[in-house]
């Protein structure tokens, strides 16, 4: 019984971890993209103001 349990509480924690890591990878990509967005539409009005 105990090595089952055991079994269990790693695949479980392993499961965790990957998930957040994965959605970590995810929302650190989502802003990048958001951030180099912003940077050229501001980059963009700056030279229009020019």
């Known amino acids: 019984m105990s090595p089952n349990y ?3 509480l790693t695949w479980t924690t392993s ?4 998930i957040t890591s994965y959605t970590g990878l995810f ?3 989502l ?4 951030i180099r967005h912003a ?7 700056i030279m229009a103001c020019n």
């Open 6 to 8: 055991q079994n269990v």
């Open 31 to 34: 802003g990048i993209k958001f």
């Open 15 to 18: 499961t965790l971890l990957g």
């Open 27 to 29: 929302l650190f990509l």
């Open 39 to 45: 940077a050229e539409s501001r980059g963009n009005e």
